[in-house]
């Protein structure tokens, strides 16, 4: 594998190839903590599409959060509605693609609590003010992930058996924990860096993808007093812009460590129906008026 297949499989947030120093990561790290000081309610929204970018950042102000906008590099820049805050989380990393997993891998060295959802996610106002007030409710330690609805057949098999970052919530204590027992966010936990020789095996067996780590540390790692609440995604499916969600779907880019939602996102589906499906409209001429 050349070395920029493994920056792009870095950049995508997976152990296996991971290709930077975790000391770059620390460094970088410092100038996200000073942008992001004095700000307690963070909510990332991952900017993929700048147009898309605005109404999430607008959901999260309606909720009377600050929205943190990050981009992928690949991504047009963002407009920052007034209220939001920017990192650019590749500044010194200068990694050729940037998934949504990397700030919220190292969420606990710049934040005490991180909001987070997909790019392509869009969410009814009410179901909004049910994850703002879920996440307010977290105590240092806790987290809130997505619980994937995976089937009976996939339930039986064990396949694809991880939590989500469909929408969730880490805590500052909890993302730190994760951290120094080798059981976070990115994909291919085996091979991260703190994680034990021992559990090597074991981890091998679990699902590769992001957030199989996560649910890891549930079951056998995470302190007795973090508690974790599960989000169904029954609640969020019918806003999530995805190729499983559309049988016309027309793919833009590659599906690996390359894919660009930049390209695939409004190709594929039209932001205003969208939102007007979720009754989102009002949302959508706040940011985007004709």
């Known amino acids: ?20 120093e975790l000391e770059q990561i620390f460094e970088a790290a410092k100038k996200w903590k000073t942008k992001a000081e004095g700000y307690d309610k963070l909510w990332l929204c991952w900017n993929v599409d700048p147009d898309w970018c605005l109404v999430q950042q607008q959901l999260v102000k309606d909720a009377g959060w600050t929205p943190l906008v990050g981009s992928d590099p690949r991504a047009k ?20 693609m940037l998934h949504m997993m990397f700030p919220i891998e190292f969420a606990f060295l710049y934040t005490k609590k991180l909001a987070f959802w997909h790019s392509d996610l869009l969410v009814r106002n009410k179901n ?69 020789k021992a559990e090597f095996a074991k981890k091998s067996k679990i699902y590769y993808d992001h957030g199989s780590g996560i649910k890891y540390w549930a079951k056998n790692l995470k302190p007795k007093s973090s508690k974790v609440y599960l989000i169904p995604e029954k609640l969020l499916d019918e806003g999530h812009c995805t190729r ?28 205003k129906t969208e939102c007007e499906k979720l009754d989102l409209g009002n949302t959508y001429k706040k940011v985007l008026p004709e």
């Open 1 to 20: 594998m050349d070395i920029e297949e493994k920056l792009y499989r870095t950049g995508k947030g997976h152990w296996n190839h991971f290709s930077l």
């Open 77 to 96: 820049a963002p407009v920052l509605l007034e209220g939001s805050i920017e990192i650019d989380f590749n500044e010194d990393l200068k990694l050729p």
């Open 128 to 196: 909004v003010s049910y994850l703002a007030e879920l996440f307010e409710s977290l105590q240092e330690g806790d987290i809130a992930v997505t619980k994937p609805n995976r089937g009976i057949k996939n339930t039986i098999l064990n396949k694809y058996n991880r939590y989500w970052e469909l929408a969730g919530c880490t805590t500052q204590a909890a993302s730190k924990h994760q951290f120094e027992t080798g059981s976070g966010w990115f994909g291919h936990v085996a091979y991260h860096p703190n994680s034990p």
């Open 244 to 271: 499983i969600r559309s049988k016309h779907y027309v793919a833009q880019s590659p599906n690996n460590s390359r894919r660009n939602l930049a390209l695939d996102l409004s190709y594929n589906f039209d932001l």
